[in-house]
């Protein structure tokens, strides 16, 4: 399913979304009349809205074992960050995270990235 950010400089929780971090928002495909409404009564700009094609999802077990096993890495981020990303240019925010954590992690944030994106 497709789900977009929403981003407000109000800074406040957006009636009937879920807050990610303070001033935005996520939705989903569903919840496109309510932001038209919110655009078309002036609190959010089309350009407030990030929209993401596809669909990830894990049972909350499985995301646990593969975590135990090392397939993911869990860290702390900023909401600054997430903030800064859906106000200038997110495809930085992986590089960018990457980099604070160090170490190794620094190093293959100067990778290339294989999928030429």
């Known amino acids: 399913m497709s789900i977009f950010l929403m981003w407000t400089t109000a800074g406040k929780p957006l009636k009937g979304f879920e807050e990610v971090v303070p001033g935005v928002s996520f939705g989903l495909r569903t919840d496109l009349e309510k932001a038209s409404a919110l655009m078309k009564n002036g609190v959010v ?7 993401y094609v596809g669909y ?9 074992s ?10 702390s981020c900023s909401s600054g960050l997430i903030t800064d990303a859906m106000t200038t240019d997110p495809s930085r925010l992986w590089t960018e995270i990457l980099q604070l954590m160090g170490g190794h992690y620094s190093e293959l944030s100067k990778k290339p990235k294989e999928d030429g994106m």
């Open 45 to 51: 700009n089309p350009e407030d809205l990030k929209f």
């Open 66 to 75: 593969e975590i135990d096993a090392g397939y993911w890495v869990v860290t």
């Open 56 to 64: 990830s999802a894990w049972d909350h077990d499985q995301l646990l």
